[in-house]
């Protein structure tokens, strides 16, 4: 509403109608009155002189114009659909899209953040100079804890957590493998998983207690009631289900099925649990009153008063805080790097913010090309008194009308794609509708990217002049640099980064796995010492040749794709005392190479029939060999913890761990060793028969001398691929949403082009009539947004070149950057960006030049 104040003339108004019919004109004259904005009053400049400066206009901002707001938005979409179309699918692709990362971000962001101790749990590490640097990782000595507990007051309680995998669990008929811990008693008033049933407080305090997770009693007991029932572990000894435990949430570190006592933990024959073992993750509570920065000159020098190799070394423990577990945890020279999970988090958020911001230029674009159908109305709205506060309140009203429509459609989209989402990232996330802050939020991202896209076009529009606009001498600039061009530049940078990163990723995937192995993957599978395998391991492994299942079997301390054994101070003649090199450990008892297909470069195999002392026999790798310096290896004695190895063979570098980091060197021991057992048969299938046969024989052999236990084994093959499991989604997440990207600024520029097309008929017409061919005219609307796109990639490469960079750095092994990848994401931009713009260019150029040049 408008109204006339401080007047006692008589001000005529005619009604503002689209046809210039003097029979549908009304005149009214009002005094005081109120009017609606569809009337206009004759010549209001003269009105104005006439009655001087007392008279003013003035809006009433109530319930009618909301409603008049909303109306004149909901008119605007209907009357230009495409553009409309355009406009919601674009916001809502990029709102879906930043709704996706964004709720990846905060199940990353909030692991373990629902203890209730927080803020006084803490992991404890090792800090170690070595090799002119300084190591740290998270796991300590056995003794640690009980210590922290006597010597620091301000310690509440310490927690020892120990993997129990492959535990058989028993009950009546039913047998079923389970992965669980063995922790201190104290685990549960530490870390706030909450119980179903069962006291937190005593529930591990017996030593046949266990606690299952709710998961993990349903498939034990069904719908019965699993609180108090016996479960056999191992064909041995009862546990009595002294607690429930809920489900684990998705944002935690432990995974685990049961619980049970520390006590329970079997010490092996010669494992050392003592100061000089390093391989027990240990957390601390500190009391509430607690300093931390007090503690922690006490717990640094902790290690050193219990162990003389500890002072030798300056061994330093420090504490961790939770709040860092999952996004940091990454150290370089003993300090804390910016590296770990957290750089992915920012990535990812940059990502998501681009992608809105993408999707909201498109919004922006689109408004300011259409700013002449629009700019009639401003300046309309201004000659009746519209101030530019309530213009600029209108604009950006439907500005956030369009994007709660577009986040109705993107919560939709966010909603059918979460399970693939899920699938593709790892997770079980899910939009929690039961939740005020969920509502709240979106509340907040409506008005967010409503003010975000609806800003800069609420302030362009509201500025126009009316007596320019209404004498029709209004010209859209076409400025050399205009915001428009700006935009469409910000937005294909962007698209072009995330193209040539996608490329590099894929390449340094790519890179790894082509990367020989050292040994020979296929048909070779392994399976666990469970059970009656380590008492019957002869038996099988004949009755496996005999059958012609197997070709090859030996049994190790780790499957081929794991190291679970590494430490230093080994000894060699003519070895640097001040030498101090970290060697992993692996164990087996005979014919590893013919098993695993290793490659010898010097000597032989194990073989204890032809070699019985082949039992302290030691296999060293290429990369040992140079640390070492032999000259002629065989036969040279390499002491370890206690026992001298006599060195038979050097195979090739193979990789046992990381295929992106440098082969360390490695020590094959022979089975006398005292510091490993065996857990694993790896067994190579005879490649004449059918895999699934093959499976299927050793199944029922491996029944048949290991009946309580099922027959669980798997491929080396499929466990080394799952190396890349981590660079993999990478990968795939920023194909994907560089997928999207380029998808929403092709969305924008299509928009672009069309109402470059419709404003340019009768310019196009013309030319056609004077001889332009329909190529030419083609070209000509296309070039304007190659220019473009050309200019974003020249922007795009030197970025991507760092990030790519600076990524690639944490990978010893990697892929270089390559010209030939910046050339192709420029052709494939180019590509998209006139494939883009080529429909509208050549529907424009193929149309009727007398139908558009009939209105002149």
Known sequence: MYQIQNCQQPVYLYKNVTKPDSRLYRKRTLVGDKFRPNYLLINPLDIRHALGSTFSISVFHSTNMIRNFFKVAFRNLLRNKGFSAINITGLAIGMASAILLLLWIKNETSYDKFHKNKDRIYEVWNRVPYEGKVECWNTVSAPTARALEKDLPEVERAVRITGDDNVLFSVGDKKLMKSGFMVDTGFLQMFSFPLLKGNPSTALNNIHSIVLTERAAKSLFGNHDAFGRVIKLENEEGFTVTGIMKDLPNNTRFDFEFLIPMSNLKYKPGQDLGWNDNSTPTFVMLKPNANFTSVAPKIKLLKQKYSDEAKTMKWQLFLYPLERWRLYSSFTNGVEDSGGRNTSVKLMSIIAGFLLLIACINFMNLSTARSEKRAKEVGIRKVVGAQKSSLVSQFIGESIFIAFLAEVIAVLIVQLSLPGYNQLTGTELFIDFSSAYTWLAFTGFVFFTGLLAGSYPAFFLSSFRPVKVLKGTFKKGNALIAPRKILVVIQFTFAIILMICTIIVKQQIDHARKRQTGYEKRNLVYHFMTGDIPKNYALIKNELLASGVAKSITKTNSPLTERWSDGWGQNWEGKDPNENTSFDRYLCDDGLGLTAGLQFVQGRDFDLKKFPTDSTALLINESAL???????????????????????????????????????????????????????????????????????????????????????????????????????????????????????????????????????TKEIGVRKVLGASVTGIAALLSKDFVKLVIISFVIAVPLSYWVMDKWLQAYEYRVGIHWWVFLAACFSSVAVAVLTVSYQAMKAALANPVISLRTE
């Open 626 to 760: 140079k640390i070492m310096k032999f000259k002629n290896p065989i036969g040279k004695t390499v002491s370890d913890l206690g026992i001298d190895w006599h060195i038979v063979g050097v195979v090739k570098d193979f990789i046992l761990t990381d295929p992106y980091q440098s082969t360390k060197p490695i020590l094959i021991c022979g089975a006398k060793s005292s510091f490993m057992s065996f857990y694993t048969m790896l067994i190579k299938l005879n490649e004449r028969n059918a895999a699934s046969d093959n499976i299927k024989r050793a199944e029922a052999i491996f029944k048949k001398y290991n009946p309580a236990y099922p027959f669980e084994y798997k491929f080396t093959d499929e466990a080394y691929a799952k190396k890349f499991e981590s660079e993999q989604r990478q990968g795939v997440l920023a194909a994907l949403f560089a997928g999207l990207t380029i998808f929403i600024s092709c969305l924008g520029l299509f928009g672009l082009a069309t109402y470059m097309a419709e404003n340019r």
